[in-house]
């Protein structure tokens, strides 16, 4: 692949992965509630949803869902539900009983972690017809495609990684400055609002 255009994709890359999204928030939030670690599995958990687009794109089926709309409209309407169901999980949690310094945060397992995340990647299909808009923009016809694909998805996954890992790190690193203020139930619900706002867009996506 050529160089130049691997540089620009990684440019482009990087400013999709730094723009908020629902896996920004889910980043975030996993790692204010549970820890760095946990949010480590949910971003892992995002990355195996690369791995579906990819493969999507690949196959063109990402070209199919594009033209079918009941599908669409399915997927779109799934991936919605679910982020209202994670935005209103969050925010009933921050009205309950806080546990106390002593006392630890019980974090859902590594595997249920790292569902959360792929679920949270694959029903947004708007994720989806983006990556199949963007991805052929890179393609060079005279050369394999699956070797592009490849180079590509490593590029994809290791800015996704970079980026959202600090995305959680600083939420994180506020989060226990701010621990003993009581400013970090209001950062969980803004978390959860902002995943509740992020479902409700859903709904009213529309193909472009």
């Known amino acids: ?13 990087a400013l999709v992965a730094i723009s908020p999204g629902p896996a920004v928030m889910c980043a975030m939030t996993l790692a204010t509630r ?16 690369h791995f579906v687009f990819f493969g999507c794109v690949a196959s063109g089926l990402a070209a199919l869902l594009a033209t079918a709309s009941m599908a669409f409209l399915v997927i779109r309407i799934i991936g ?3 982020l209202l169901y994670l935005g209103i999980r969050i925010l009933a949690a921050t009205v309950r009983p806080r546990p106390n310094a ?9 595997r249920s972690l790292l569902l959360q995340g792929l679920a949270i990647q ?12 963007l991805l052929p923009q890179f393609i060079q016809p005279d050369h ?14 290791a800015v996704d990684v970079l980026v959202l890992s600090s995305y959680a790190y600083f939420a994180l690193r506020g989060a226990q400055s701010l621990r003993d203020s009581g400013v970090t139930v209001w950062l969980e619900r803004a978390f959860g ?3 509740i706002a992020f479902g409700l867009k859903l709904f009213s996506a529309t193909r472009q």
């Open 1 to 13: 692949m050529n160089r130049h255009v691997l540089l620009l994709y990684l440019a482009t890359w």
């Open 34 to 49: 549970y820890g760095f670690r946990q949010a480590l599995m949910g971003i892992a958990g995002i990355q195996l949803g």
């Open 80 to 82: 919605a539900l679910y």
């Open 102 to 110: 002593t006392t630890a945060v019980l974090a859902p397992g590594g």
């Open 122 to 133: 694959v029903t947004n299909p708007k994720a989806l017809l983006f990556m199949s808009a």
């Open 144 to 157: 394999a495609l699956l070797p592009q694909l490849v180079v590509l998805l490593v590029v994809t996954i």
């Open 193 to 195: 609002a902002a995943l």
